[in-house]
């Protein structure tokens, strides 16, 4: 076999490996998506904590599925979409056990943190290829790697943000009403628990802001421009900013309660849209895309 | 003189009581403000910002006649975008000003009507006079703790603090967004951005077509700069690229990961993915060169204020038909009509320069480029027939005519911008991340207590406030509990000291 030949299997062979790993974390993320739905289910903390102890597997797998990316392409492994979908579920799957790591018993904001997780690792797998390329010169640049990176870092930290709470107003109303725990939460851990939403997001802004930044630092080395409007721009600068009201409305008294959480739970369909619904709104209203690096 | 004497006579408590002074200087006005800026934004990201109406009509875009009544393809140069812009920066410097003078009065004093709730007690055990147990604590919070006093009026509630004062971050980071937006300003108004195609060895002038807001708005004309570019010579660089033997529906890829299936990475002689492509660019003035540097993308060439970046290359080659002495020049990507070919020749980018192997090693690329004919059936639907690679002074036959390259041609395309705004957004964003990073990463601390006599023994009644993640309020009890513990035990006077 001539050394090209070589390199070539080889290489197949370490892609056979992650791809078959990638379905694993996806296969783990979906376990731990049932067992958290079992606790919904029947109000039982074994299988809650089952799930949680079973995600923490998940994310060590998939912290070595990372890795092995990185080994593979000789870059940071968050180039591509493919790349970054894992990153991103990665990297929420690890902000919400970090989190979780001081309740006791409080299993269900699990549920959307490993559909989320799953439902990337699966998009990724179905929709993007997995080829290790080499990038295009533009995309050869820190700029955009540290973009990637912390864009995506804040997505799974509002992610987290957003599930603990719909937890919190879906769980309030009883656990008011009745004084009696629900699901590990009670009266007395409500609003300790519903705070780490507000410091999750909080903690998420300046990534988010660092993201742009680095975006613009890139384009502006790239093509010369920094902003251009493009609707992937415009969907990232649109979930900052409604970040930005949700985090000003927990200082305004009468806005901290329903209004607030209303922005914090858009802000994560913004942050939704910014990375796969970027042109949805417009194909829903049938207006062309005309962008020039529209996705 | 006079303009700082008219300032002073302004009656400034008036305008900081003014119903509408104190409307902008609200939070809520500014939620209010971003509200309606992603109003605009939505709008932004729906309809195709700078598309010519014509193709979004041609391309089946609706509500027509909205579009050109709002001014929906360009809706961040509408006056509705730009006067919402202008209000939230009006806004945000009432706002920087107001948090500013509550700010600096308070690092003086701390408000006197101070309510203070003590959230921990703890009982002193130091045996010591309330007024000695005072300076202890003090020690304690000072001198182990790294707390720092702060002047106070009252004289029983002492108040310390410890890190970055937040407030003053958030003041900070404010402020530089506020920057930012006098950076996006600048680029608004001055602004520039053309083009220029370089062939390797001419001298070239540069005349902007483009020119500003500010210029356009007083009627001037571009000018043309006082400088020359010289393209030295234009680099590229390709990659060999395996590709990926993957299928794309979702069956067959499950069938891969259930292992019925391997995927393999296949090399075809001809796949190349351009890894740089390179400028040596030289900038003459008078005569002389004044500045020299190899461009490539991502890393730009930046001389009085006009940068010029690596944009795109243009690939020209001269075609020969049989033995005719006039040859043809077209682009690469371009339809050639041939008098006499039933059908039109279309070229493939060129490939030339260096050829980074897979193995490792670097091979230097024999320019070729591929040739195709396009050929439109009776139904009017185009067929191309791949006729092959054809390298320098190599032929083919197409209808019993021999077509030769006989040159190929490569130019640089630089985009250049003169944009002031930049050197204001960048400093303007590095000091926004610092501040906002110091804030909500960092931890600060302010602590309020009094010593209070109980039961014949001095109490430390205390208040924490922390902001920022780092800030563990856990932490600061156990560390407080560890030092008084310690000044509780007895000195053991055989130990020196
Ligand atoms: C583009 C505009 C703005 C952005 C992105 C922004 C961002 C933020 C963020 C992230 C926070 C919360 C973090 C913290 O407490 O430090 C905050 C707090 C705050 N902002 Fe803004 N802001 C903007 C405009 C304004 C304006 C116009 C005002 C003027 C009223 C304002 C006044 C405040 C105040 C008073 C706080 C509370 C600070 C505290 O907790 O002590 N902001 N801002």
């Not at chain 1, 943000?161 to 109303?173: D, F, G, Q, R």
């Not at chain 1, 613009?216 to 080395?221: G, S």
């Not at chain 2, 007024?131 to 029983?156: L, P, R, S, Y």
Request: some cysteine; hydrophobic content about 45%; proline content about 4%.
């Amino acid at each position: 076999m001539s050394n090209l030949e070589t390199i070539l299997s080889r290489d197949s062979y370490i892609l056979a490996v992650e791809i078959r790993l990638f379905w694993l974390v996806a296969l783990i993320y979906g376990v731990c998506l049932i067992l958290y739905l079992i606790h919904l289910a029947t109000k039982k903390t074994g299988p809650g904590r089952m799930g949680t102890n079973m995600l923490w597997l998940g994310v060590i797998t998939h912290a070595g599925l990372i890795l092995l990316r990185t080994f593979e392409g000789q870059r940071a492994p968050f180039q591509t979409l493919y790349e970054s979908l894992s990153w991103f579920a990665w990297s929420t799957s690890i902000a919400y056990l970090y989190v979780e790591r001081r309740w006791e018993d409080i299993y269900l904001p699990g549920i959307l943190v490993t559909a989320l997780s799953m439902g990337a690792c699966l998009y990724a797998l179905l929709t993007r290829s997995p080829a290790v390329e080499p990038l295009s010169p533009p995309l050869q640049s820190y700029w955009f790697e540290w973009h990637v990176a912390l864009a995506f870092l804040s997505y799974a930290v509002f992610v987290v943000s957003c599930s603990i709470e719909i937890v919190y107003l879906t769980i309030k109303p009883s656990v008011k009403k009745g004084l009696r725990p629900e699901y590990g939460l009670n009266t007395n851990n409500l609003e300790t628990f519903h705070r780490q939403s507000f410091r999750l997001a909080l903690f998420g802004f300046p990534l988010l802001t660092f993201g742009i930044f680095s975006g613009a630092a890139w384009a502006n080395e790239a093509w010369g421009r920094y902003w251009g409007w493009d609707p992937k721009e415009t969907w990232s600068l649109i979930t900052w900013t409604v970040f930005a009201i949700y985090l000003h409305s927990m200082s305004i008294p009468r806005w901290k309660g329903i209004p607030a959480s209303t922005f914090n739970i858009l802000g994560f369909i913004c942050m939704l849209m910014t990375f796969i619904g970027v042109n949805w709104l417009a194909r829903l209203l049938g207006i062309p895309s005309l962008h020039l690096y529209a996705m | 003189m006079i303009i700082l004497t008219k300032i002073k006579s302004i009656n400034w408590q008036g305008i900081r009581e003014n119903k509408l002074y104190k409307r902008f200087a609200s939070l809520k006005t500014s939620c209010i403000f971003l509200g309606i800026l992603i109003g605009f934004y939505i709008i932004g990201a729906i309809f195709p910002q700078d598309a010519v109406l014509d193709d979004y009509i041609k391309s089946g875009g609706g509500f027509t006649s909205f579009v050109i009544f709002f001014d929906l393809l360009n809706v961040f140069n509408t006056p509705g975008f730009l006067i919402a812009a202008s209000l939230l920066s009006i806004n945000l410097t009432i706002c920087a000003f107001e948090i500013f003078l509550i700010l600096r009065s308070q690092s003086k004093t701390v408000s006197e009507g101070l309510q203070f709730t003590p959230q921990f007690t703890f009982p002193l055990d130091i045996n010591t006079q309330l007024e000695d147990a005072g300076e202890i604590v003090k020690e304690i919070f000072k001198k182990e703790m790294g707390f720092t006093e702060k002047t106070f009026t009252c004289q029983e509630i002492n108040i310390m603090e410890k890190g970055w004062s937040y407030r003053w971050l958030t003041w900070g980071y404010h402020l530089a967004i506020l920057f930012c937006l006098f950076g996006f300003f600048m680029t608004y108004i001055f602004a520039f951005e053309d083009e220029i195609t370089l062939y390797p060895g001419e001298a070239a002038t540069i005349k902007p077509a483009a020119i500003n807001r500010w210029n356009k708005s007083w009627g001037n004309k571009p000018q043309e700069l006082d400088f020359k570019l010289i393209l030295d010579e234009f680099i590229t660089e390709y990659n060999q690229f395996p590709k990926l033997d993957y299928p794309a529906d979702k069956l067959s890829r499950l069938a891969i990961a259930m292992g019925w299936k391997d995927p393999k990475y296949l090399l075809k002689e001809e796949s190349y993915a351009p890894k740089d492509w390179k400028s040596r660019l030289k900038i003459i003035k008078g005569n002389q060169v004044v500045l020299e540097k190899t461009i490539e993308v991502n890393d730009p060439l930046s001389y009085q204020g006009i940068t010029f970046y690596q944009a795109a290359y243009k690939q020209i080659l001269k075609v020969q038909i049989d033995d005719n002495p006039i040859s043809f020049e077209t682009e690469t990507d371009h339809e050639l009509i041939i008098p006499g070919i039933d059908g039109m020749l279309k070229f493939g980018a060129i490939r030339t320069g260096t050829l980074f192997k897979k193995d490792g090693g670097t091979e230097k690329i024999k320019t070729f480029t591929e040739a195709a004919l396009i050929r439109k059936d009776k139904s009017g639907k185009t067929e191309t027939e791949k006729l092959g690679k054809l390298e320098h002074d190599g032929s083919l036959y197409i209808d019993d005519k021999r077509i030769s390259i006989r040159e190929f041609k490569e130019a640089s395309v630089l985009s250049y911008r003169y944009d002031p705004g930049v050197p204001i957004l960048w400093w303007s964003g590095v000091t926004l991340l610092i501040a906002m990073a110091l804030r909500v990463f960092g931890a600060w601390y302010r602590i309020i207590y009094r010593l209070e006599e109980k039961d014949g023994m001095p109490h430390l009644l205390l208040k924490i406030k922390t902001r920022g993640i780092m800030a563990d309020e856990e932490r600061l009890i156990k560390r407080l509990k560890h030092s008084l513990e310690k000044w509780a035990e007895p000195i053991d006077l055989d130990e020196p000291v």
